[in-house]
Nanobody, 122 residues
Framework: QVQLVESGGGLVQAGGSLRLSCAVS????????MGWFRQAPGKEREFVAA????????NYGTSVKGRCTISRDNAKNTVNLRMNSLTPEDTGIYYC???????????????WGQGTQVTVSS
């Protein structure tokens, strides 16, 4: 069973940047699509970013596009997310996700981490 463990969350000042990491275990080959969702207090989970196994296809959510970079290292079974120009609206729990679908819909991410809290102070 695929296990995803996030790290790197914490308190960040507005305008700063963050780097989140996700360690994949429990599988020889990590899921085809790896990505990140986030959930702010009182809001639905929101798609942040996704990357294909080869790394040549990436996709970003509207609210983070242009200031977010997702990458993965298949040899180390890790997925990273870097986000710049943070605002308080980026506050939330960030979840690492995985899917074996080629173009997964929101409901087709079948592997989820426990999440890591990111708080952006103004």
């Amino acid at each position: 069973q695929v296990q995803l463990v996030e790290s790197g969350g914490g308190l960040v000042q507005a305008g700063g940047s963050l780097r989140l990491s996700c360690a994949v275990s429990g599988t020889i080959v990590s899921p085809y699509i790896m990505g990140w969702f986030r959930q702010a207090p009182g809001k639905e989970r929101e798609f942040v970013a996704a990357i294909s196994r080869s790394g040549d296809v990436t996709n970003y959510g509207t609210s983070v596009k242009g200031r977010c970079t997702i990458s993965r290292d298949n040899a180390k079974n890790t997925v990273n997310l870097r986000m710049n120009s943070l605002t308080p609206e980026d506050t939330g729990i960030y979840y690492c996700v995985g899917s074996d679908y080629l173009r997964p819909s929101r409901d087709q991410y079948n592997s989820w981490g426990q999440g890591t809290q990111v708080t952006v102070s103004s």
